[in-house]
């Protein structure tokens, strides 16, 4: 079935340092793919997205392209701050499977000022 | 406009009671998706609801079941409790008619469960 695999946590970072989270994924045909950020307390809030092979999602700093020769969605960041200190799940939604995500396991990234 | 809402947010049941979870989701959004976040099995997917119906289902036991109301507001009820469901279920809604998957779907905050 289809799975997503993350690097392991947690990441310690200074500030401006610069951010990957491996993500890799296993799925037939052409899934959705996503990063989801979790900050304490809350529930989960959308980072960004791409739907299809060599789309790039980008927001707040964050980017991320769909490779699908690699079968992978790599989160970046150039310079991360205190603030972006959370957890972070990449997730794939398959084709046609509605509401369904299968998320990674998730990987918590704190920055150290 | 208002995002997804659940409540109640933090509950406290013992072993063997039965709980019941409820969704608002955002307006507009005919599908809603529960899910189960726990430290050791992460995110897993319990079920979806469009327009009343189950669309999906994700591998639980029977004890775990939902519906969905025609104002789209979905309930999720977990019988005889066990330790083990202690969690955050969270429950999240999109448009529910897409099928290149590019719609997002929006989480609520969750609600946190203890079973003592």
């Known amino acids: 079935g289809d799975s997503v695999t993350q690097m392991e946590g947690p990441v310690t970072l200074s500030e401006e340092a610069f951010l990957t989270i491996n993500c890799t994924y296993t799925a037939t045909g052409y899934p959705s793919l996503f990063w989801y950020v979790q900050y304490p307390g809350e529930g989960l809030q959308l980072l960004l997205k791409?739907?299809?092979?060599?789309d790039k999602g980008s927001n707040k700093g964050f980017e991320a392209t769909y490779r699908k020769e690699t079968t992978s969605f790599h989160l970046e960041k150039g310079s991360v701050q205190v603030s972006d200190s959370a957890v972070y799940f990449c997730?794939?939604?398959?084709?046609?499977?509605?509401?369904?995500?299968?998320f990674g396991q998730g990987t918590e990234l704190s920055v150290k000022p | 406009k208002a995002g997804v809402t659940q409540t109640p947010r933090y509950l406290i049941k013992t072993r063997g009671q039965q709980v019941t979870l409820s969704c608002s989701p955002i307006s507009g959004h005919r599908s809603v998706s529960w899910y189960q976040q726990t430290p050791g099995q992460g995110l897993q997917f319990l079920f979806e609801?469009?327009?009343?119906?189950?669309?999906n289902k994700g591998n639980f036991p029977g004890r775990f079941s939902g519906r969905q109301f025609s104002n789209s507001r979905s309930e999720m009820n977990v019988s005889t409790l066990e330790l083990g469901d202690s969690a955050l279920y969270l429950c999240?809604?999109?448009?529910?008619?897409?099928?290149?998957?590019?719609?997002?779907?929006?989480f609520g905050a969750g609600s946190r469960l203890t079973v003592l």
């Open positions: 999240a809604s999109w448009s529910g008619r897409d099928r290149s998957g590019a719609n997002v779907l929006t």
């Open positions: 997730a794939l939604r398959g084709y046609n499977q509605g509401g369904k995500l299968i």
């Open positions: 791409a739907t299809k092979a060599d």
């Open positions: 609801y469009f327009s009343e119906t189950q669309r």
